[in-house]
């Protein structure tokens, strides 16, 4: 996830603990929410109630919201920053000796230049890791590139338990939708694992992805005029996210966009002191389409290198992609999707990235 970079209004007011929003941004009729983790988690059971139902309405209108206080410290989201620059600085030869090939998806370096759906053209370099929870990740650290030791996996196990607090308010949240449901402790504590309990198996151990993202310096591509129809620069071209939620960190240069119902894409306005979290078409699929999939891009709104540095949680491969159980929105309509698993999800994600623009793949 990438953020924004033209002049910002920032609107809104700290509110007190327990309170959903503690500021909000809008760009074009476009609001997006902001909720603190720490107000979450110390909340009473009504204050919980509040904050998952304004996560519920940020989904089903921009597919993101931003996150604060939610307990990783600085050192570490400015320790993954700061390697993920030194490691694409390295030479080209460096970095290509930190390619690995997978089944699905590369993991290491890769270096790319797609064109998606809409004919524009996108350049980015990647480097792809999975940490997985519980596992002895000490071969796996082994090969990482020096500027990476300590500082990924560091980053993966702070970004994972925030994941697993994600879920847990989206879980609230949809279970809330049930008019019959009343905010009591045991309740609360119950509804928090919806998601949990379907996605990811708990006699498994689960699987994060993270993709360092790093955009480069594009003052070559402006000086010979390799500008889109629209004379905008596309960094990486309009897609969807595969999975329930992106947990991401960026460096504070800006250029996400997302796209509305309308065609038009919105600039997401750029907040370095927040993490930015977005919804996937796992989401849409199980929420019945009560929540929403944006489809983003990252644009060029200055020539400066742009970091990003997202984790996806892999839900089991087995799990089932269908109104979710136990959530009376996501079950109280007939289902606009047909039933399908997560491995046969994921694997026409990876055939087709940019999935022709199309975000409801299996429509009944």
Request: net charge negative; aromatic share 8%; glycine share 8%.
């Amino acid at each position: 996830m990438m953020i924004g970079f033209a002049c910002l209004a920032f609107t809104g007011t700290a509110l007190a603990l327990g309170s959903a929003s503690l500021a909000s941004e809008e760009r074009r009729g476009v609001t997006f929410t902001t909720i603190s983790l720490d107000a979450y988690l110390r909340g009473s059971p009504q204050a919980k109630l509040r904050i998952a139902q304004d996560l519920d309405e940020a989904l089903q209108t921009a597919g993101f919201f931003y996150l604060v206080d939610h307990g990783v410290p600085l050192s570490v989201t400015e320790g993954i920053l700061n390697a993920t620059s030194a490691f694409f600085e390295l030479p080209e030869e460096d970095k290509r000796a930190a390619q690995q090939k997978e089944k699905f998806g590369d993991l290491g370096y890769a270096d790319n230049s797609l064109d998606d759906a809409e004919g524009k053209n996108g350049k980015a370099e990647y480097f792809n890791y999975h940490y997985t929870e519980g596992a002895d990740m000490d071969e796996s650290e082994r090969k990482l590139p020096t500027p990476l030791k300590g500082k990924l996996s560091t980053w993966a196990s702070a970004a994972k338990d925030v994941a697993i607090r994600i879920h847990q308010i989206a879980s609230l949240a949809l279970a809330a939708t049930d008019p019959s449901f009343e905010a009591s402790g045991g309740s609360v504590s119950d509804a928090e694992h919806l998601l949990e309990r379907h996605f990811f198996d708990q006699e498994n151990t689960t699987r994060y992805s993270v993709r360092l993202n790093y955009y480069g310096d594009l003052s070559r591509e402006v000086q010979e005029g390799s500008q889109n129809d629209d004379s905008t620069l596309i960094r990486l071209g309009g897609h969807y996210d595969f999975i329930l939620f992106t947990v991401n960190h960026a460096n504070d240069v800006g250029g996400l966009q997302l796209r509305m119902d309308d065609g038009e894409w919105v600039d997401v306005p750029a907040r370095p002191d927040a993490m930015l979290i977005n919804s996937g078409l796992i989401n849409q699929h199980v929420s019945n389409g009560r929540w929403r999939a944006p489809r983003h891009r990252v644009t060029a709104t200055t020539l400066e290198r742009r970091v990003s540095v997202p984790l996806f949680p892999e839900p089991h491969p087995k799990a089932l992609m269908e109104p979710l159980p136990g959530c009376h929105a996501c079950q109280a309509a007939p289902p606009k999707y047909r039933k399908i698993t997560v491995e046969e999800h994921m694997k026409k994600m990876f055939s087709d990235p940019f999935n022709e623009g199309n975000n409801n793949l299996y429509n009944i």
